[in-house]
Nanobody, 125 residues
Framework: QVVLVESGGGLVQAGGSLRLSCAAS????????MAWFRQAPGKEREFVAA????????SYADSVKGRFTISRDSAKSTVYLQMNSLKPDDTAVYYC??????????????????WGQGTQVTVSA
């Protein structure tokens, strides 16, 4: 079992920055991909970014390319999401997810095996 705990959400003005963290614990040795998804009220959960845990390759949703950066610290079993130039449309609950067994950077939420509890990000206009 893997436990994911997110932190770093909050309220920020448009144009500002936030950094989210997701610490993994438990049977982390079989994690191949970690990702961030988000869900706004009344909308489906959507892919934000993913990183291959071993090789470090990354993938981003078009809506966040050039503004968000996903990174990892293997020694700390932690993945980060640096969010710059935030917009009101980025307001959502952000979830960390982990995938075991396969290293493909999937954008599909049902491909992921473990989920954090979520952290709220609110961007005011």
């Amino acid at each position: 079992q893997v436990v994911l705990v997110e932190s770093g959400g909050g309220l920020v003005q448009a144009g500002g920055s936030l950094r989210l963290s997701c610490a993994a614990s438990g049977r982390t040795f079989n994690i191949e991909v970690m990702a961030w998804f988000r869900q706004a009220p009344g909308k489906e959960r959507e892919f934000v970014a993913a990183i291959n845990w071993r090789g470090g390759s990354t993938s981003y949703a078009d809506s966040v390319k050039g503004r968000f950066t996903i990174s990892r610290d293997s020694a700390k079993s932690t993945v980060y999401l640096q969010m710059n130039s935030l917009k009101p449309d980025d307001t959502a609950v952000y979830y960390c997810a982990a995938r075991r067994g396969m290293g493909t950077l999937s954008t599909l939420h049902y491909r992921y095996d473990y989920w954090g509890q979520g952290t709220q990000v609110t961007v005011s206009a």
